[in-house]
């Protein structure tokens, strides 16, 4: 068998690695061979050796002779972007420079810059080998031309030189074999044998370059340890890397064979566990989305592309979604990984093909998409929103619901941004949303960005005071009238609770509230608010309806039921007055609690009532067991009705069965005339909103 031998060995132990420290025949070989301008440099940016191309390329410039220092070489701020990435090779991870390197005069050197592992030079000291992505001019006879007697042109240079793929040398290799492509392969495969050092299966290496001959370059690999019983190689195991790489064959000879050349490189990680680190490196692991680094890094990405482009602006958004505790605390830690997922689906399917998404805490997501106007961005938001408000999780007698808030930084195209604005922008959409958590969450808050936003360091969160800092004098009683349809009168009122004070400003009662639920605070707050309803309903003359929020929390706490007990069991009158609301989300989530509640405050006379009622299946199968007087319409139903007529008659449908039921309907957030009417139409009992009056302080507070 005749192997081509271009490139020269140095003495090699029985693993066959070279054994000099020197800078040997073979690596300065490999210097000349190499299709670009290339150098072994020290860590002080000491030019070892360089090849020809280098040397051409210099004076194409003006440089020459070639400075025998990298960082006399190139301006300060080229030299600084490559002593990073030197540092990095002699760490022996490759490392590579994207964009100008500029020399000193200021002129173009060129495009990329590829370091790879060091090598060992006598007496310890090491050097990296550094290849420059060059596309100089061609060298003219009138002047730029190399000066130095042994240098060459750089067409000539090139006509010698193999026309590597740029990937061979990314990594130092140990090994470079020499085929004419005329050997038989079973020669080929006890070479390659030989000289990996493994005792791996022939007919693995037999397979791959039959395969692998007619589409080179091909790269494979074999566990060094043949042990390992796997060609896959099995976890932790080192692998002999081969790369197929083809030659352009002799001008002077004439054949029919390709030549070509195997790189070889020992003890190298397993490809497939280095693909699967960095997979996890960059994806969160439950949902399989993006992880914040993945984002951060895309997100520069897009800000480095409209830099380039004005055609389209940008969308950030940040998505915290608002009581997803109560899923993990009531329906276990499955149920809210199966949450997660399914909201991860959702934001995938309604940003699509040109978004990207990301998880980047527990219940916090981000996402970003190329839109070209403000409310274009504020349009996907909203089908977010209505992509989460179809979420239905059923775990054993519960069912899930999920919603969120919803945070976007907007940039238009034109914007001047730079690469370190990125994190700003995050925080600006973080910023955006949690202006929505302070007026109770499921909103969508938009935020103009301007380009000084983002480096002048006003990214910062501000946070919502702890609900168990207040104190009573920062809470206070409002009422909202509800109204009879059928005669038009004040048939009642909702007590709402409402915060004042200092702290109260820029928060709304809904956002606090919605604290105090998740800090397990929410209990002590109804009780609160309890205790004041039945002392002003006890000095009132008249016998209208009280209606109160409750919490699925307090209506499972014993102190609450309690202080029910303790107020209501002595004054029956009081009770008839008293009507306790649970929402709808809240039976979904805890059926079994809110149905042993009402039957037990419908025991003192209390009337009780389902809050946010949508008409779910869960929730109409169970009403014909439960002691419920009023059923509060959801206020989307209402809304959905007016813009579509044609849904009319299925929401009267449900209104009639539920009054054969025996139970009465209110509708709420009523804010026209029209509404109005539509609610007489369909014999709706009561309404509330706006159009029959604002809540109000509550004098007898």
Known sequence: MQISHRLEHGRRDHLGRLRSNTLSAFHVSLLEVLPYAAAYVARDGFIVKHNGLFEAACANLGACPAPKRLDELLSAESWKRCELVLSAAFGGFPAEVSGEVRLNSGQVFCGHVICTSHVF????????????????????AEGNHVTKSEAVSLDALKSRSLPLDRRVL???????????????????????????????????????????????????????????????????????????????????????????????????????????????????????????????????????RMSCTAEAGLAVYYIDLDEFKKVNDLGGHDAGDDMLLRVASCLSLTLGEFGTVARIGGDEFAAMLPVTSEETALEFAEQILEGFGRIRLEVKDRVFTISGSVGVAFIDGTAALEMKDAASLLGLADRACLRGKRIGGQSVQVHQVRPDECSCGSCEQAHVPEPESFCGKELTLYAMPLVSLADDRVCGAEVLLRLQGDRAKGMSSRAWISAAERSGFIAQVDTWTLDRVLDAAERQATRTLLTMNVSAESARDPDFRDALHNRLSVNPLLASRLCLEIAEKDLLREPSTVESFFGFVSEFGCQTAIDDF???????????????????????????VMLEPSKTKILSGLIATVRDLGMKVIAKHIETPGEAELLKSLDIDAAQGFHFGRPAPWPEI
């Not at 310890?124 to 060298?139: G, I």
């Open 121 to 140: 030079l006598e007496e310890n000291k090491q050097a990296v080998l550094v290849q420059f992505e060059v596309e100089p001019k061609p060298v003219s």
């Open 170 to 304: 990314e990594h130092f290799p140990d090994d470079v074999l020499f085929f004419e492509g005329s050997e038989d392969l079973k020669d080929i495969v006890a070479t390659l044998v030989e000289r990996t050092g493994t005792d791996a299966d022939p007919q693995v290496f037999f397979d791959t370059l039959e395969q692998a001959r007619e589409a080179l370059p091909h790269t494979f690999h074999i566990p060094q340890d043949a042990g390992s019983g796997n060609s896959r190689g099995a976890a932790g195991t080192k692998m002999c890397e081969i790369r197929l790489v083809g030659c352009p064959p002799d001008q002077d000879t004439q054949t029919s064979c390709s030549p070509f050349m195997a790189v070889i490189r020992r003890n190298v990680d397993n490809p497939l566990e280095v693909a699967e680190n960095r997979r996890l490196a960059y994806q969160d692991p439950l949902t399989g989305l993006e992880n914040r680094r993945a984002f951060t890094r895309a997100l520069r990405r897009e800000v480095e």
């Open 614 to 640: 949508a008409g779910h299946w869960p929730v109409l199968s169970r009403l014909t067991g439960m002691r419920v007087e009023w059923l509060k319409l959801e206020a989307g139903l209402i809304r959905q």
